[in-house]
């Protein structure tokens, strides 16, 4: 620790136990050893000395001990030229003060028993609400248990200005935490500032000013102290738990603003017995490593509009929004819902204009938690029906977050969206399609509204996992294309890592089922050689995401005996497959078109079909809008074979599995592929390209007709026979 605060922390704990020590004499000579003292109608007496020591102080004279304690706590003051290891005795020294502040404050109870208010909201005359009484704590504590109310910020001080106290005030009471307010700067108080600044303050606004005085911050710990005991069921002297019931439990901090002194020292080291660390605005020496507190001990300097999210961050404080900030209704039974022709107010990507989505990590500074921009038109630029280019770039950041768990949040955005009534979303990566209902625009429904719901949900379902995410909202076409460049180097990069793993080497695939809320019977099995339909999950995303959510969509799938290694099918596979079907499905192949194809929701990338005059397949992606060789465009593939089905002849698969050895491996793989869109072949290439040296045709890529050569089988065949395309010598498909 610092030697300056640990130097100004000790100094100021024995100014203020010699403050106790001559208000002690005091009253013992004014009321005698017998006269009651405590706080006001609480069974936790002076409830920090009950929960330590087990004490309970309930009259002048068996203050004695306590003070005695609180000598024995005491280190000397710091001498200039001894250097001692310093974190120990300065938090012996803080947690001495607090002993010392409640007695203060009881004894200032029994000299004027006005001095703090006894209601539970300030009167105009008297601001200060002093220690809760057991009815408020019964009532306010609770919520720090039921997640309500996830801790609290000790704010001792004052902000330059009123406007700058209510705006910290109001960031803090969004993030549901409570305001403990006690001290002075420069004669200005947090709490009279915000009176002055208009504000409500009092526990029903959660924004509750102790006291006037730095003494007044222990009823803040007082307050963590009785939550530990009365909800936690720790015994009153177990110090031990409830420092660490409250390190775990009760995200608190302290924020001085303002002149830190010796005493307000004293105090912060006080707190960080409890965990609560110090975020401060003043240029203190900082307490960067780790140890008592989860994260830092003391970081300073902040400015005082990122004070709030410094110390959300520093104290590792996990954001809970509890309703997604929408003007329309939202929720899983809107997911199914369609908005067609007539109601479309707006249409973004579904390949009439580029539409991305990508979340990509950032350091916890680049992040303003709850940001959402929208750059270029919004909804109230543009007339029904209208079309933009769209590019959702949500960056997170988090001491947990890892690159890995980027798909697994992207891959959410398609049904969080979804279940905002009036929003219709399909797809994901690149291929992601949206549409805004009139209905939805009429309520007041922006693009800005996208990021909130994001914003929420993330928090909502993957708060474990990061800790600040802010979304960018791209409607021009430039930018969009900025993003579109990022977001593919990024699905490069994911589709890479799981290169050079093989079906074989594992013994465990995972199972993916996120789709079922629209295709009950469909259940995706990811192997490290087959991607998930939608490309957006691949072997190892799968295995990230049971690690955040063990009961989530994706689930380990032994594979169990090999039933038959060219079909792609395994005991452990068919076992789980009949489960997660609701016993819809026995078995499925994972490499086959023609036999037990796996099933295909209708989120696939791309979907490939049999032509039998050809004795190949083509595929068709997404994206590309004109007929196929099978006389079906892509949406009317999708719809006949989409649903959960499994449909001999035709399956859904990812763009990455094309080029896999997996890819339908039981009817001879690649050299059956005789016809896909010209834009996927591009797509593909360099892969493509790398897989026919392997399969020993380099000139592969050549052979496969596009619609360029034409969109019939009829067209193709010449094409095909003249460039002796191997599927033409393969055995016969039927
Ligand atoms: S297509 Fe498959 S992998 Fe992708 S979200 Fe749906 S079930 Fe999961």
Known sequence: MSK???????????????????????????????????????????????????????????????????????????????ALPYLAPALDAGMATFFAEEIIESIRYLEAPNFYTKQEDPLPENIWLGAADDVIFRKRGVEFVDGTAPGFAAIVGAAPSPEVAKKIAIELQEKNLYIFMAAENEGKRFSQQLVEAGVQIGWPTRLVSFGPDITAAVFAMGFACRVAMAFGGIKPGDFRKILIYNKDRTFA????????????????????????????????????????????????????????????????????????????????????????????????????????????????????????????????????????????????????????????????????????????????????????????????????????????????????????????????DEKVKNVLEK????????????????????????????????????????????????????????KASFEI????????????????????????????????????????????IMTDPMTSCGCFECIAAVLPMCNGIMTVNRDFPGMTPCGMKFTTLAGSVGGGSVTPGFVGHSKHYICSKKFIMAVGGIKRLVWMPKMLKEEIMDRLQKLSKEIGIPNFPEMIADETIGTTEGEILPFLTEKNHPALTMPSLF
């Not at 009321?31 to 007496?45: C, I, L, M, R, S």
């Not at 330590?52 to 004695?64: A, C, D, N, R, T």
């Not at 993916?512 to 087959?530: D, N, Y």
């Not at 596979?573 to 079907?581: G, P």
Request: aromatic share 8%; glycine share 8%; net charge negative.
């Open 487 to 542: 977001a593919r180097e990024a699905y490069h990069r994911r589709d890479a890592r799981i290169e050079g793993m093989t079906d074989e080497t594992e013994e465990t695939f995972y199972s993916c089922t996120l789709c079922q809320s629209f295709a009950p019977t469909h259940v995706c099995i990811i192997t490290p050689e087959r991607t998930g339909l939608c490309g957006a999950y691949n072997w190892l995303d799968g």
């Open 253 to 476: 901090f302290v924020m001085p603003l303002g002149f830190v002194t010796d005493e307000w020292y004293a105090n912060a080291a006080g707190a960080i017995n409890w965990g609560f660390p110090v975020i401060a605005d003043t240029p203190i020496p900082q307490v960067l490593p780790t140890g008592i507190c989860t994260y830092e001990h003391v970081v300073s300097n902040i400015p005082h509009d990122q004070i709030v999210q410094k110390a959300v961050e520093v104290r590792g404080l996990k954001v809970t929004v509890a309703k997604v900030p929408i003007p329309v209704a939202y929720g899983p039974a809107f997911e199914g819902e369609r908005i067609r022709g007539e109601d479309i107010y707006l249409e973004c990507g579904g390949g009439r204009t580029t539409a991305v989505e990508l979340v990509t990590t950032k350091d916890m500074g680049e992040v303003e938690d709850g940001k959402i921009e929208v750059i270029g038109p919004d909804i109230k630029d543009v007339k029904a029906p209208a079309k933009l280019p769209l590019a959702i770039l949500a960056e997170v950041a988090g001491r947990q977050m890892q690159e890995d768990f980027e798909p697994i949040l992207e891959r959410q955005i398609h049904h969080l969206i979804n279940y905002a009534q009036g929003i219709m979303h399909i797809g994901q990566r690149d291929i992601a399609w949206v549409r805004v209902g009139k209905a939805a625009v009429e309520k007041g429904f922006t693009l800005r509204h996208l990021g909130d719901i994001l914003h929420a949900k993330f928090h909502q379902d993957f708060g474990a996992i990061f800790d600040k995410v802010q979304v960018k909202i791209f409607t021009e």
């Open 549 to 592: 959510n063990p009961t989530g969509p994706n689930q380990p799938v032994p594979k169990s005996e090999v039933i038959d290694p060219m079909l792609g099918q395994w005991k452990g596979v068919n076992d789980f497959v009949f489960k997660a079907s609701r016993q819809k499905l026995e078995k499925y192949n994972a490499y086959s």
């Open 4 to 82: 300056i605060i640990a130097s100004a922390a000790i100094r100021g704990a024995h100014k203020i136990v010699e403050r106790a020590e001559k208000k002690y004499e005091e009253a013992l000579k004014k009321w005698g050893p017998n006269q009651e003292v405590g706080f006001p109608n609480t069974a936790y007496y002076l409830p920090v000395i009950y929960a330590m020591l087990g004490i309970p102080v309930q009259k002048i004279s068996e203050m004695k001990p306590v003070l005695d304690r609180c000598r024995i706590l005491l280190p000397p003051l710091v001498k200039e030229k001894v």
